[in-house]
């Protein structure tokens, strides 16, 4: 094969493989439009997101893992929260409305074509921003 041939042959390829990567960064920005269209998942502190599109399955942004509970994913979000007591009624209708909202932005990928399952992840990064913010507030 000339050399001509296989410079073509790879820049098809190299453009395909471009194009893929760009409908992919694409399928997210539009899947992260649709979440913050709506009102219930947008108006919560926390953004759950879209991070990564693998296959069919979405991998969204979460709080809680089997590593971090929800009472420590709510004490971030809501510091006044951890005065409370753990059976305090406000710890109990803030583990609902977290729950809601991670469902209903999960719904709503799954409405996506193409995203048949959500695999969720935590976000380590925002729990690292989170941190930063605080400290940066009790210095001043």
Same mark, same amino acid.
């Given at each position: 094969? +000339?050399?001509? %041939? ?24 539009? =899947?992260?439009? $649709?979440? %913050? ?5 947008? $108006? ?5 997101? !879209?991070?990564? !599109?693998?296959? $069919? @399955?979405?991998?969204?942004?979460? =709080?809680?893992?089997?590593? @971090?509970? @929800? ?11 951890? $005065? ?26 799954? +409405?996506? +074509?193409? !995203? ?14 989170? %941190? ?9």
């Amino acid at each position: 094969m +000339s050399d001509r %041939k296989q410079f073509i042959i790879v820049m098809m390829v190299a453009a395909i493989f471009v194009g893929w990567l760009g409908w992919r960064g694409f399928e997210v920005i539009s =899947l992260n439009q $649709n979440l %913050k269209a709506d009102d219930m998942v947008a $108006n919560y502190p926390y953004q759950h997101r !879209v991070l990564r !599109v693998e296959g $069919n @399955t979405a991998i969204m942004s979460s =709080l809680r893992s089997h590593q @971090t509970s @929800t009472h420590e994913a709510l004490s971030t979000i809501f510091p006044s929260m951890r $005065n409370l007591g753990d059976n305090h009624r406000d710890w109990q209708r803030a583990e609902r409305e977290l729950a809601q909202v991670q469902a209903r932005a999960g719904d709503i990928v799954l +409405s996506a +074509s193409g !995203v048949e399952r959500i695999r969720w992840e935590l976000d380590e990064n925002w729990y690292h921003l989170a %941190k930063m913010q605080a400290q940066q507030s009790s210095r001043r």
